[in-house]
Nanobody, 123 residues
Framework: QVQLVESGGGLVQAGGSLRLSCVAS????????MGWFRQAPGKERELITA????????FYESSVKGRFIISRDNAKNSVYLQMNSLGPEDTAVYYC????????????????WGQGTQVTVSS
């Protein structure tokens, strides 16, 4: 099994940036594709970005493409989400998630989730 712990959330003004981190433990991190979800108040959880285990392939949901960047450092068992040009619409709880796979592809189904970290963007 894999345990995921997110950090880096907080309160930021519109137009600002935050960098979220997710540290994995319990197994070889390089065998997991990774993604970030978010859940805004009153809305369903949605996948916003994902990355293959090698880091060679990424996916971005249209609302964050061009503003957010996903990356990973397998030597540190970590995945990151750089969030730029933040707006109030980005206010949500952000979750990292992992998928067990032998394929170096972007995952859309996930096996593990972190506890979430709150991001609040003031207008």
């Amino acid at each position: 099994q894999v345990q995921l712990v997110e950090s880096g959330g907080g309160l930021v003004q519109a137009g600002g940036s935050l960098r979220l981190s997710c540290v994995a433990s319990g197994r070889a991190f390089s065998s997991c594709g990774m993604g970030w979800f978010r859940q805004a108040p009153g809305k369903e959880r949605e996948l916003i970005t994902a990355i293959s285990w090698s880091g060679g392939t990424t996916f971005y949901e249209s609302s964050v493409k061009g503003r957010f960047i996903i990356s990973r450092d397998n030597a540190k068992n970590s995945v990151y989400l750089q969030m730029n040009s933040l707006g109030p619409e980005d206010t949500a709880v952000y979750y990292c998630a992992g998928q067990d796979t032998d394929l170096d592809i972007v995952p859309f189904r996930y096996d593990y989730w972190g506890q979430g970290t709150q991001v609040t963007v003031s207008s």
